[in-house]
C-alpha cells in the first residue's frame, strides 16, 4: 500500500524557517509526481506545490516565493522548504502522490507560526 508520511512540522516565530518531509512507502517515487497541499485553520485544504518525476516543479503564485520543494529519490523523499514564514502560514501540510489513478494522501505535519 501507498503510505506518504509527513514529519518535519512544529512552532516557529515569523520569519523562521522549517523543512518538511515526505517519505513514501509502497512505491517507488522516481517515476511518480509528489505534490504539498496545506489547510489552515478553518480553511479547506489546497495546493501549494509539487514536483514531477523529471523533477519540474510547480508552485501556488501565493506563496511561491517562500516555498521550495525538492526531491531525492534514492530515500524515497519529497521536501518542502518553508522560508520566511508568517503567520499565515500556520496549517497542517499533507503529501500527495498518484499511483494508477489513485491519489494517496499522508495523514499531515503541523506548522504553526506566531507573531
Known amino acids: 500500500q501507498v503510505r506518504p508520511v509527513e514529519s518535519g512540522g512544529g512552532f516557529v516565530q515569523a520569519g523562521g524557517a522549517l523543512r518538511l518531509f515526505c517519505v513514501v512507502s509502497g512505491i517507488t517515487i522516481s517515476s511518480n509526481a509528489v505534490g504539498w497541499y496545506r489547510q489552515a485553520p478553518g480553511n479547506q485544504r489546497g495546493w501549494s506545490a509539487d514536483i514531477t518525476s523529471s523533477g519540474i516543479t510547480n508552485y501556488d503564485d501565493a506563496t511561491k516565493d517562500r516555498l521550495t520543494i525538492s526531491r531525492d529519490n534514492t530515500k524515497n523523499t519529497a521536501y518542502l522548504q518553508l522560508d520566511n514564514l508568517k503567520p499565515d502560514g500556520t496549517a497542517v501540510y499533507y503529501c500527495?502522490?498518484?499511483?494508477?489513478?489513485?491519489?494517496?494522501w499522508g495523514q499531515g505535519t503541523q506548522v504553526t507560526v506566531s507573531s
Open positions: 500527495f502522490t498518484v499511483c494508477r489513478r489513485f491519489g494517496h
